[in-house]
């Protein structure tokens, strides 16, 4: 069961704004005047942050740090924006952290990006406007890639580690082995159950499967900057009842925010999630909360 928050609780929520995107405006005047070494772009909820031993719902515009670690739920998926204009997907049930992410003053973007689980791609943008160089290593469990400008494609099972080259070139490193080297096309390389298994070509059926392990899902509940759309989880609630509501979907992986209002000379509380694409991404939240045991009490409205 829920500890309830107390008033002194409520009021900070209240005062933070609750939100990811509110998070991220609090920064300071110098951080903000700065462009992010990463930036959520979208989210297919539920998705996390965990920063600092505190876990907080990611949201469109939310800006990234060193040393975070992200994390997807079922059915989820996770767009982000690095510093050299790259992108970097996640699929569900993802774990990826960031080490050692910094842009330089000589100019260099550099960053180690290590998937513990679920599949990710890594995509440079020929038309971002990067000056610099990068120096982006990502490891997919014990297997490292080092990235000279390129799109791949991965994922990080139990048993199984997948990299492949999608265009460009990547340096592979297995643990304990020698270095192998992919210039070719849809050329992959798997490790199974700690064994490296040769080079070979991924049939473009199996690409396109892969790929789609990483994309958005139109109507599935995706948020991105300036959607309209909204989902209203409870209203006129008592701070408790608001609070105690806020917290578990926040929990969840779902960024929720209170929104206090008046009912004729009542104080009453509002919970809220925004910045869904389209009327159908929040339907289907919505439809998923009343379908589970722990939220399908409250009525849930959609709206702009």
């Known amino acids: 069961m829920m500890k309830r928050f107390s008033i002194g609780a409520a009021l900070a929520a209240l005062a933070l704004g609750a939100t990811g995107a509110a998070m991220a405006q609090s920064e300071s005047k110098s951080k903000a005047a700065r462009a992010p070494l990463a930036v959520v772009e979208a989210v297919q909820m539920p998705a996390w942050v965990e920063r600092g031993g505190a876990s907080t719902p990611l949201v469109p515009g939310m800006e990234l740090r060193d040393r975070d670690e992200l994390k997807t739920g079922a059915q989820s998926r996770l767009l982000l924006r690095m510093a050299d204009g790259s992108?970097?997907?996640?699929?569900?049930?993802?774990?990826?952290?960031?080490?050692?992410?910094?842009?330089?003053?000589?100019?260099?973007f550099e960053a180690a990006l290590k998937v513990a689980q679920g599949a990710f791609r890594f995509t440079t943008q020929a038309a971002a406007k990067f000056r610099g160089r990068r120096e982006v290593n990502i490891t997919v469990a014990t297997v490292t890639a080092g990235i000279r400008?390129?799109?791949?494609?991965?994922?990080?099972?139990?048993?199984?580690?997948?990299?492949?080259?999608?265009e460009g070139k990547i340096e592979v490193t297995p643990p304990g082995e020698s270095l192998i080297g992919m210039d070719q096309p849809l050329s992959f390389y798997i490790r199974d159950k700690g064994q490296s298994q040769p080079v070979a070509t991924v049939p473009l059926d199996q690409l396109k499967e892969w790929a789609a392990e990483?994309?958005?899902?139109p109507g599935q509940g995706v948020s991105k900057r300036g959607g309209k759309w909204k989902i209203t989880a409870a209203s006129g609630l008592t701070h408790n009842q608001a609070l105690t509501l806020y917290g578990d979907l926040r929990r969840a992986g779902y960024s929720a925010e209170i929104i206090p209002a008046k009912v004729k000379d009542?104080?009453?509380?509002?919970?809220?999630?925004?910045?869904?694409?389209t009327r159908?991404?929040?339907?289907?939240?919505?439809?998923?909360?009343?379908?589970?045991?722990?939220?399908?009490?409250?009525?849930?409205r959609v709206g702009t």
């Not at 996640?90 to 260099?108: A, N």
């Not at 990483?214 to 899902?217: A, D, G, K, P």
């Not at 009542?266 to 694409?277: A, D, G, M, P």
């Open 266 to 277: 009542k104080r009453v509380y509002n919970v809220r999630l925004s910045n869904f694409e």
């Open 87 to 108: 992108l970097v997907k996640l699929g569900e049930k993802g774990s990826l952290g960031f080490d050692g992410m910094r842009l330089r003053g000589d100019g260099v």
């Open 149 to 166: 400008g390129t799109d791949l494609w991965g994922k990080s099972t139990p048993d199984r580690q997948i990299v492949c080259l999608i």
């Open 214 to 217: 990483t994309e958005t899902q």
């Open 280 to 300: 159908k991404d929040a339907e289907s939240v919505a439809s998923k909360f009343k379908d589970d045991a722990s939220f399908g009490q409250h009525e849930y």
